[in-house]
């Protein structure tokens, strides 16, 4: 997994700014539910009135209120306000801010003491409107002392004496004759732009983040697909073998895409969830800290309930898959027995056997449906619970007066969100250990080292001995990785130019290996295998297999055309040259009986040739190449008698001078070769001719024996 | 990496037929079905049985989701409480009641309540219908397997078969219980949303309406306009996997002839292209989400404006308010639901469509009205009809087989069997030879019925084998195919397969009979080990001995072998041979033969060529004649 992090490295930078962006989209989509508790708060319940400093004032009222106000606030009072008619005040419209907390909590307080002293709250004694004028003759400390003592026993708190303060200058206003109504909309039309602005950057941030993660998601998989191919491609057959070719396949196409969309998913939610969650807390904390309870209360109650869900739920989802892989199965039997169960009149028992495995699997799955059909209303109550519980809390601390009603309202909103995090997050760990195995398939492929290597300095086998092809296996002994026991050993012949050499012995002998050895698809274990008499090991492995032709057991073509496949190892071979390796390989008539000829186009896995046509093309192939040595690895089987008895005469006329190895099954084959060896349990049973081989060796008389009657054998 | 997941990866991985599927499912195309209607009704009629069930779903989906929508309406007070509370207690006239909101409190606390369990209710019971349906549509497919001609199954893989069994009818399965249910809670919260907006403010939700649907035309705008990147992000994607697949596959070839920077140059080619496409297509359904977002942000911030000015002019109290913002956010979601629910309808019927057309394909012919019966009559198997005259006649089983004026053509167009004739006496073997391709098995197909004759007749002592019904001719026949079929229990189970009435002891001779029996010995749990798809202690050739012991076991009156030609080790090779030798004695024997010994055995011999039958007659005989057999026989022994 660390290991594909540097395949990130790239576009680092555009991580960075999608990073960036992210947070700006969570940021912002925290900031809605704050200007919308000020539109409640303000806005609605405040007439537009957003604290407690007025902007116009008349005398009469500022004289009241400076009585409650000391010198150092009266100073402030003056540098900001500015007569504006005969009897009114305005506010300068450059206040700095330090002066306005002053002077918000003068007001405040004024205001408090001015609508005490009005409602009668505040009793100075004296009789009905001469309070003020009592007021006036006190000294400042005097007026202070009755303040304090006041609003310690009236034990206001903030909401209560903000919704005051906004209807004493709501009320203020109407007496100067301003249009409450107007200034109200004002602020909600204010207030409102700030939102769209805020929903809009909400909306670029997340494009602008969708497409960066777009980008480095999409560009992370090339990057990783481009090494990936690089290196199995350069892989020996150890390493094939080892991962397996469909095993090779999926890391390559389905985990590779699975690391995509789970990086993709990492710029857009696995980022965005934890800082939307942690944001979502610390909005919440800012408006009510002793309410915190309730968030963790709920988180709580989630986990628990998702704790038993999942725990129930999760050894029948593991099963799961074992009764839907058998459901597969049997319906996979019953398909590629529908011969023989048609045969033996067996339908009723495999519909038997199919309606067992569908009906535990329905079982199963009815089960985990219905545990996890909890899951919506479980969430749903306890996401409404969590709102009401909000609510009753909420109206006490705004009885208490330390909330106000759009600050309930924006908590819910933090609550969701936060609740909502936390499910993502979860998800996201639901999700990353899978991701986690397909990144380590992936990066087990990057981390293998191919077992062969080219040496430092190869030597050029081409011109040695006279470059005519010569193949000798010295002692050699092979062991396949991981394997107890031997494949090959003590394997010692030599393929002779101009000699055709052939290889018989039943499954399992250890033929195919011989082929393998050659073309250095493996190292030996032990010994060495020659080519011109230099060890493969220290020649390029480019170099030896220019040497080879190779028409391997399992036939593979490739999309394109045939004669694109003729040519692919004699990349500028002409037609002529690719016509005459068909002809030899008897695929000549079946090609020109095709519609498009040379050109008709193989389609993938060459299904739309036969077998046997297969076969042939593999053959041509081979033979479209100059090489010395020629290696057909069991590649007659699919020939009918005759079609092989063709091809191996013109191979006869054709080859002359080379080296030919054969691997076969038919004695018909191989009857004719110069040096036959026979292979039991990977080792030499016998070597010779035809008839040697009759009369010394029995592993090649029984094999004889089951192909052919004794008066052939003679 | 254990076998089991090597396994599992080599299966095609559900929802992903013919191909891979790329990130994302939001914005992805959705294969349509050809008919809509039809596939959606025929699947109609399965769930239609479920009527009753149905119509409680319906209704306790919509009674969960009315109880949740009165919500907000019922909290608006609890918050108009608290508002004039807080005003009241500024103008030192009062406080916030709590008693009446905790009542409210409660009463929302009873909705919700009622409201999740219906919609509990209503999924356990959807659950059961929908799991009940995927059951039946999985055992009619598996019943109509066997019902079906074996032509039907030359021309499709077995793969398309098996993904209607799994990831069709899985499909249907999930996207049945979705869309029924999101279709009644998406209906129903709308109409009820729009109904509670309405209350409150229908200024408010007129708005909010001409909103709203935005997100809709834009979302599907953006589809539209992404659909043929998508399609082209599949095919790059396509061609890429097909690449790999291929390239991995003849990884040796593609070194043995030094191909490698090929390929590679190939490779990075294609791959660039499906980068372009991938992140353009991944973009794309990723700005649904945002856009989507900020028109829902828009009907948020519009409630907010109007509703604080209606609330500033004191015709809309703060609780009314808040409800509304809650309705605002769930008259979003059904509207992109119902959106989406298309596509899903499309999913399902495009699968019900694929589902619903194995189960009408055409099936075997019907069995004839009086058909000619096998049966055993004072222990001597007897063939039983009625005559001309309608009494009933019975005689004894002799086993002649007579081909007359045979013709049959896979394609009608096209006969590969022409106009055969040939009578095999009770007793005798016959070897089928010929080239590969030549339609040496057709001759089997026919003669069990896997096909019927299109011309002449097949005969078994003088009865059509049509008047026959299928059961009672092919228990006449064993059969031992080339490619061994076993499945998946143990080994005895497997050999009791060719008669399921067997009893232990029988199924031990057989095994003794066929040669199994002392491999089989030395398995560490013997008979009873298991066989199955990883079985690696089982080769090939021992696969073959336990079918052999399979048609000993059923001890046909006419045998048919298929005669290996894949190599196996010599001394299990002696014992197939010893194996089908026993099996064949005193009996009639169909050979299909690739072993010239086992050829010159044969009392007849078909010469099969082009997928006719061109010569028959003993070895010597065709040898003489100087035909097809006879070159062919030649040219093994020519000098290469």
């Given at each position: 997994?660390?290991?594909?992090?540097?395949?990130?490295?790239?576009?680092?930078?555009?991580?960075?700014l999608?990073?960036?962006?992210?947070f700006?989209?969570?940021?912002?989509?925290?900031?809605?539910?704050?200007?919308?508790?000020?539109?409640?708060?303000?806005?609605?319940?405040?007439?537009?009135?957003?604290?407690?400093?007025?902007?116009?004032?008349?005398?009469?009222?500022l004289?009241r209120?400076?009585?409650?106000?000391?010198?150092?606030?009266t100073?402030?009072?003056?540098?900001?306000?500015?007569?504006?008619?005969?009897?009114?005040?305005?506010l300068s419209?450059?206040?700095?801010?330090?002066?306005?907390?002053?002077?918000?909590?003068?007001?405040?307080?004024?205001?408090?003491?001015?609508?005490?002293?009005?409602?009668?709250?505040?009793d100075?004694?004296?009789?009905?409107?001469?309070?003020?004028?009592?007021?006036e003759?006190?000294?400042?400390?005097?007026?202070?002392?009755?303040?304090?003592?006041?609003?310690?026993?009236?034990?206001?708190?903030?909401?209560?004496?903000?919704?005051?303060?906004?209807?004493?200058?709501?009320?203020?206003?109407?007496?100067?004759?301003?249009?409450?109504?107007?200034?109200?909309?004002?602020?909600?039309?204010?207030?409102?732009?700030?939102?769209?602005?805020?929903?809009?950057?909400?909306?670029?941030?997340?494009?602008?983040?969708?497409?960066?993660?777009?980008?480095?998601?999409?560009?992370?998989s090339?990057?990783?697909?481009r090494?990936?191919f690089?290196?199995?491609?350069?892989?020996?057959?150890?390493?094939?073998?080892?991962?397996?070719?469909?095993?090779?396949i999926t890391?390559?196409?389905?985990?590779?895409?699975?690391?995509?969309?789970?990086?993709?998913?990492?710029?857009?939610?696995?980022?965005?969830?934890?800082?939307?969650?942690?944001?979502?807390?610390?909005?919440?904390?800012?408006?009510?800290?002793?309410?915190?309870?309730?968030?963790?209360?709920?988180?709580i109650?989630?986990?628990?309930?998702?704790?038993?869900?999942?725990?129930?739920?999760?050894?029948?989802?593991?099963i799961?898959?074992?009764?839907?892989?058998?459901?597969?199965?049997?319906?996979?039997?019953?398909?590629?027995?529908?011969?023989?169960?048609?045969?033996?009149?067996?339908?009723?028992?495999?519909?038997?056997?199919?309606?067992?495995?569908?009906?535990?699997?329905?079982?199963?799955?009815?089960?985990i449906?219905?545990?996890?059909?909890?899951?919506?209303?479980?969430?749903?109550?306890?996401?409404?619970?969590?709102?009401?519980?909000?609510?009753?809390?909420?109206?006490?601390?705004?009885?208490?007066?330390?909330?106000?009603?759009?600050?309930?309202?924006?908590?819910?909103?933090?609550?969701?969100?936060?609740?909502?995090?936390?499910?993502?997050?979860?998800?996201?760990?639901?999700?990353?250990?899978?991701?986690?195995v397909?990144?380590?398939?992936?990066?087990?492929?990057?981390?293998?080292?191919?077992?062969?290597?080219?040496?430092e300095?190869?030597?050029?086998?081409?011109?040695?001995n006279?470059?005519?092809?010569?193949?000798?296996?010295?002692?050699?002994?092979?062991k396949?990785?991981?394997?107890?026991?031997?494949?090959?050993?003590?394997?010692?012949?030599?393929?002779?130019?101009?000699?055709?050499?052939?290889?018989?012995?039943?499954?399992?002998?250890?033929?195919s290996?011989?082929?393998?050895?050659?073309?250095?698809?493996?190292?030996?274990?032990?010994?060495a295998?020659?080519?011109?008499?230099?060890?493969?090991?220290?020649?390029?492995?480019r170099?030896?297999?220019?040497?080879?032709?190779?028409?391997?057991?399992?036939?593979?073509?490739?999309?394109?055309?045939?004669?694109?496949?003729?040519?692919?190892?004699?990349?500028?071979?002409?037609?002529?040259?690719?016509?005459?390796?068909?002809?030899?390989?008897?695929?000549?008539?079946?090609?020109?009986?095709?519609?498009?000829?040379?050109?008709?186009?193989?389609?993938?896995?060459?299904t739309n040739?036969?077998?046997?046509?297969?076969?042939?093309?593999?053959i041509?192939?081979?033979?479209?190449?100059?090489?010395?040595?020629?290696?057909?690895?069991?590649?007659?089987?699919?020939?009918?008698?005759?079609?092989?008895?063709?091809?191996?005469?013109?191979?006869?006329?054709?080859?002359?001078?080379?080296?030919?190895?054969?691997?076969?099954q038919?004695?018909?084959?191989?009857?004719?070769?110069?040096?036959?060896?026979?292979?039991?349990?990977?080792?030499?049973?016998?070597?010779?001719?035809?008839?040697?081989?009759?009369?010394?060796c029995?592993?090649?008389?029984?094999?004889?024996?089951?192909?052919l009657?004794?008066?052939?054998?003679? | 990496?254990?076998?089991?997941?090597?396994?599992?990866?080599?299966?095609?991985?559900?929802?992903?037929?013919?191909?891979?599927?790329?990130?994302?499912?939001?914005?992805?195309?959705?294969?349509?079905?050809?008919?809509?209607?039809?596939?959606?009704?025929?699947?109609?009629?399965?769930?239609?049985?479920?009527?009753?069930?149905?119509?409680?779903?319906?209704?306790?989906?919509?009674?969960?989701?009315?109880?949740?929508?009165v919500?907000?309406?019922?909290?608006?007070?609890?918050?108009?409480?608290?508002?004039?509370?807080?005003?009241?207690?500024?103008?030192?006239?009062?406080?916030?009641?709590?008693?009446?909101?905790?009542?409210?409190?409660?009463?929302?606390?009873?909705l919700?309540?009622?409201?999740?369990?219906?919609?509990?209710?209503?999924?356990?019971?959807?659950?059961?219908?929908?799991?009940?349906?995927?059951?039946?549509?999985?055992?009619?497919?598996?019943?109509?397997?066997?019902?079906?001609?074996?032509?039907?199954?030359?021309?499709?893989?077995q793969?398309?078969?098996?993904?209607?069994?799994?990831?069709?009818?899985?499909?249907?399965?999930?996207?049945?219980?979705?869309?029924?249910?999101q279709?009644?809670?998406?209906?129903?919260?709308?109409?009820?949303?729009?109904?509670?907006?309405?209350?409150?403010?229908?200024?408010?939700?007129?708005?909010?309406?001409?909103?709203?649907?935005?997100?809709?035309?834009?979302?599907?705008?953006?589809?539209?306009?992404?659909?043929?990147?998508?399609?082209?992000?599949?095919?790059?994607?396509?061609?890429?996997?097909?690449?790999?697949?291929?390239?991995?596959?003849?990884?040796?070839?593609?070194?043995?002839?030094?191909?490698?920077?090929?390929?590679?140059?190939?490779?990075?080619?294609?791959?660039?292209?499906?980068?372009?496409?991938?992140?353009?297509?991944?973009?794309?359904?990723?700005?649904?989400?945002?856009?989507?977002?900020?028109?829902?942000?828009l009907?948020?911030?519009?409630?907010?404006?109007?509703?604080?000015?209606?609330?500033?002019?004191?015709?809309?109290?703060?609780?009314?308010?808040q409800?509304?913002?809650?309705?605002?956010?769930?008259?979003?979601?059904?509207?992109?639901?119902?959106?989406?629910?298309?596509?899903?309808?499309?999913?399902?019927?495009?699968?019900?469509?694929?589902?619903?057309?194995?189960?009408?394909?055409?099936?075997?012919?019907?069995?004839?009205?009086?058909?000619?019966?096998?049966?055993?009559?004072?222990?001597?198997?007897?063939?039983?009809?009625?005559?001309?005259?309608?009494?009933?006649?019975?005689?004894p089983?002799?086993?002649n087989?007579?081909?007359?004026?045979?013709?049959?053509?896979?394609?009608?167009?096209?006969?590969?069997?022409?106009?055969?004739?040939?009578?095999?006496?009770?007793?005798?073997?016959?070897?089928?030879?010929?080239?590969?391709?030549?339609?040496?098995?057709?001759?089997?197909?026919?003669?069990?019925?896997?096909?019927?004759?299109?011309?002449?007749?097949?005969?078994?002592?003088?009865?059509?084998?049509?008047?026959?019904?299928?059961?009672?001719?092919?228990?006449?026949?064993?059969?031992?195919?080339?490619?061994?079929?076993?499945?998946?229990?143990?080994?005895?189970?497997?050999?009791?397969?060719?008669?399921?009435?067997?009893?232990?002891?029988?199924?031990?001779?057989?095994?003794?009979?066929?040669?199994?029996?002392?491999f089989?010995?030395?398995?560490?749990?013997?008979?009873?080990?298991?066989?199955?798809?990883?079985?690696?202690?089982?080769?090939?050739?021992?696969?073959?001995?336990?079918?052999?012991?399979?048609?000993?076991?059923?001890?046909?009156?006419?045998?048919?072998?298929?005669?290996?030609?894949?190599?196996?080790?010599?001394?299990?090779?002696?014992?197939?041979?010893?194996?089908?030798?026993?099996?064949?004695?005193?009996?009639?024997?169909?050979?299909?033969?690739?072993?010239?010994?086992t050829?010159?055995?044969?009392?007849?011999?078909?010469?099969?060529?082009?997928?006719d039958?061109?010569?028959?007659?003993?070895?010597?005989?065709?040898?003489?004649?100087?035909?097809?057999?006879?070159?062919?026989?030649?040219?093994?022994?020519?000098?290469?």
């Open positions: 997994m660390k290991k594909l992090i540097k395949y990130l490295k790239p576009y680092a930078l555009l991580a960075v999608c990073v960036s962006l992210v700006l989209q969570a940021m912002c989509e925290l900031k809605l539910p704050d200007h919308m508790s000020d539109m409640v708060n303000i806005g609605v319940q405040r007439y537009g009135i957003k604290d407690a400093v007025p902007e116009r004032l008349s005398a009469w009222t004289g209120l400076r009585l409650f106000m000391n010198a150092e606030e100073a402030a009072l003056e540098r900001n306000y500015s007569a504006d008619t005969a009897d009114t005040f305005k419209a450059d206040m700095g801010s330090e002066d306005r907390e002053t002077l918000n909590a003068a007001f405040t307080k004024a205001f408090a003491a001015v609508s005490a002293v009005d409602s009668g709250e505040l100075l004694g004296v009789t009905c409107n001469a309070e003020y004028a009592a007021l003759m006190m000294s400042e400390s005097e007026r202070e002392t009755l303040l304090r003592s006041y609003m310690e026993a009236a034990d206001m708190g903030e909401s209560v004496t903000g919704q005051l303060v906004a209807m004493a200058i709501r009320a203020e206003y109407e007496r100067l004759g301003m249009d409450v109504g107007a200034y109200q909309l004002a602020y909600i039309k204010r207030t409102g732009v700030k939102m769209l602005g805020v929903a809009l950057l909400v909306c670029a941030a997340g494009i602008g983040a969708g497409y960066l993660g777009s980008r480095i998601a999409a560009g992370f090339r990057d990783l697909r090494d990936v690089k290196k199995v491609i350069g892989f020996s057959s150890n390493e094939i073998n080892r991962f397996s070719t469909a095993s090779l890391r390559t196409t389905n985990d590779i895409q699975q690391m995509q969309v789970v990086v993709t998913m990492l710029f857009r939610i696995a980022m965005f969830a934890p800082i939307m969650g942690v944001g979502g807390v610390i909005y919440a904390l800012r408006k009510s800290v002793s309410m915190s309870w309730i968030l963790v209360l709920a988180l109650v989630l986990i628990g309930m998702l704790a038993v869900i999942f725990s129930v739920a999760t050894p029948r989802f593991k799961m898959q074992k009764l839907v892989d058998r459901l597969n199965l049997v319906t996979r039997e019953n398909l590629s027995g529908i011969m023989v169960s048609r045969a033996y009149n067996t339908q009723e028992f495999e519909m038997q056997r199919f309606d067992r495995a569908n009906a535990e699997l329905t079982q199963n799955s009815l089960f449906n219905r545990v996890m059909a909890l899951m919506n209303p479980v969430m749903t109550i306890v996401m409404n619970g969590l709102t009401l519980i909000i609510i009753w809390a909420g109206s006490h601390q705004i009885a208490r007066s330390s909330m106000q009603i759009g600050d309930m309202m924006a908590y819910m909103q933090y609550a969701m969100h936060v609740v909502m995090s936390f499910l993502f997050v979860s998800m996201i760990f639901i999700m990353l250990p899978r991701a986690a397909s990144g380590d398939r992936v990066a087990e492929i990057l981390t293998s080292e191919s077992a062969i290597r080219d040496p300095t190869p030597r050029d086998m081409r011109r040695e006279g470059g005519i092809g010569t193949v000798e296996f010295r002692n050699v002994s092979f396949y990785p991981d394997a107890e026991e031997y494949a090959l050993k003590d394997i010692s012949f030599t393929a002779k130019a101009g000699e055709t050499t052939a290889f018989i012995g039943s499954t399992g002998s250890g033929k290996t011989v082929m393998n050895l050659i073309p250095r698809f493996y190292d030996v274990t032990e010994g295998v020659l080519v011109n008499g230099v060890d493969v090991r220290e020649a390029a492995q170099e030896l297999r220019e040497q080879i032709a190779y028409v391997p057991q399992k036939n593979v073509l490739f999309t394109g055309t045939i004669e694109e496949n003729i040519k692919l190892g004699a990349p500028n071979a002409g037609r002529a040259q690719v016509e005459r390796a068909a002809e030899i390989a008897q695929a000549k008539d079946f090609i020109t009986g095709k519609e498009h000829g040379y050109e008709e186009y193989i389609s993938q896995g060459g040739v036969s077998g046997g046509q297969r076969q042939r093309l593999a041509a192939r081979a033979l479209a190449v100059d090489a010395p040595i020629y290696l057909f690895d069991d590649s007659f089987s699919a020939l009918d008698f005759k079609t092989d008895a063709a091809l191996r005469k013109a191979l006869a006329k054709n080859m002359e001078g080379r080296t030919i190895i054969i691997v076969a038919r004695i018909g084959t191989i009857k004719n070769a110069e040096q036959i060896i026979v292979l039991d349990e990977g080792r030499i049973a016998g070597k010779g001719t035809h008839d040697e081989l009759m009369r010394s029995s592993v090649y008389r029984e094999i004889a024996k089951s192909q009657r004794e008066e052939e054998l003679a | 990496m254990s076998a089991e997941e090597k396994r599992r990866e080599e299966q095609p991985q559900p929802g992903q037929r013919g191909g891979h599927r790329g990130p994302g499912g939001g914005g992805m195309p959705v294969e349509r079905a050809r008919d809509f209607k039809g596939s959606i009704g025929k699947l109609m009629k399965y769930i239609s049985r479920h009527k009753a069930k149905l119509v409680v779903v319906v209704l306790f989906a919509m009674i969960s989701t009315v109880f949740n929508i919500g907000p309406k019922v909290l608006a007070r609890a918050t108009n409480e608290l508002a004039s509370g807080v005003v009241a207690l500024a103008r030192g006239a009062g406080s916030i009641n709590f008693a009446y909101i905790g009542r409210i409190l409660l009463i929302m606390l009873a919700y309540g009622i409201s999740a369990g219906f919609s509990y209710l209503q999924a356990w019971i959807m659950t059961g219908v929908t799991n009940e349906v995927t059951y039946r549509l999985r055992r009619d497919i598996s019943e109509k397997l066997h019902r079906i001609p074996l032509r039907y199954y030359e021309g499709v893989s793969g398309e078969v098996l993904s209607r069994v799994t990831n069709d009818v899985d499909t249907i399965n999930q996207s049945m219980h979705q869309s029924i249910v279709i009644i809670t998406s209906c129903t919260t709308l109409l009820g949303v729009l109904y509670m907006m309405l209350s409150i403010s229908p200024l408010m939700t007129l708005a909010l309406v001409a909103v709203v649907p935005l997100s809709a035309v834009f979302s599907g705008m953006i589809i539209k306009r992404s659909q043929g990147l998508f399609k082209s992000n599949q095919r790059y994607l396509g061609n890429v996997n097909g690449h790999i697949e291929e390239t991995y596959g003849g990884q040796t070839v593609i070194r043995a002839f030094r191909n490698e920077d090929a390929r590679i140059e190939e490779f990075n080619e294609i791959n660039d292209k499906l980068y372009g496409s991938a992140w353009k297509s991944s973009f794309l359904s990723g700005v649904i989400q945002p856009v989507v977002g900020f028109i829902g942000n009907g948020y911030v519009l409630v907010c404006i109007l509703g604080a000015v209606m609330a500033g002019r004191g015709s809309l109290s703060l609780g009314d308010i409800a509304f913002l809650q309705y605002v956010r769930s008259f979003n979601q059904p509207i992109s639901q119902v959106a989406n629910i298309s596509n899903v309808l499309q999913q399902t019927a495009a699968a019900a469509e694929r589902v619903f057309e194995f189960l009408g394909e055409e099936e075997l012919s019907a069995e004839p009205a009086e058909p000619v019966r096998i049966e055993n009559r004072d222990g001597v198997m007897s063939l039983v009809y009625k005559d001309g005259d309608g009494r009933t006649v019975a005689h089983f002799r086993g087989i007579e081909f007359v004026n045979v013709g049959f053509g896979y394609d009608p167009e096209h006969k590969v069997i022409k106009n055969f004739s040939a009578f095999v006496g009770a007793g005798q073997k016959v070897a089928i030879v010929g080239p590969t391709g030549a339609g040496k098995t057709t001759i089997v197909k026919l003669l069990m019925r896997f096909y019927d004759v299109q011309q002449g007749q097949i005969l078994i002592d003088g009865h059509d084998i049509r008047d026959f019904t299928r059961r009672d001719l092919r228990s006449l026949f064993g059969m031992v195919l080339q490619d061994t079929w076993l499945y998946s229990d143990t080994i005895r189970e497997n050999i009791r397969y060719g008669r399921r009435d067997a009893g232990d002891e029988e199924v031990l001779s057989a095994a003794r009979a066929a040669r199994v029996d002392h089989v010995r030395t398995l560490p749990k013997g008979y009873d080990v298991e066989i199955d798809e990883e079985t690696t202690n089982i080769s090939a050739g021992q696969k073959q001995l336990i079918t052999i012991a399979r048609a000993v076991l059923a001890d046909p009156e006419v045998l048919i072998l298929d005669e290996a030609t894949s190599s196996v080790d010599t001394k299990t090779e002696v014992d197939i041979q010893r194996a089908m030798n026993g099996l064949m004695e005193d009996r009639t024997s169909f050979v299909i033969a690739h072993r010239l010994s050829i010159r055995d044969c009392d007849v011999i078909f010469m099969m060529k082009d997928g039958i061109v010569e028959q007659g003993s070895h010597r005989q065709l040898i003489e004649a100087n035909g097809a057999y006879a070159e062919m026989y030649n040219s093994q022994f020519e000098s290469a």
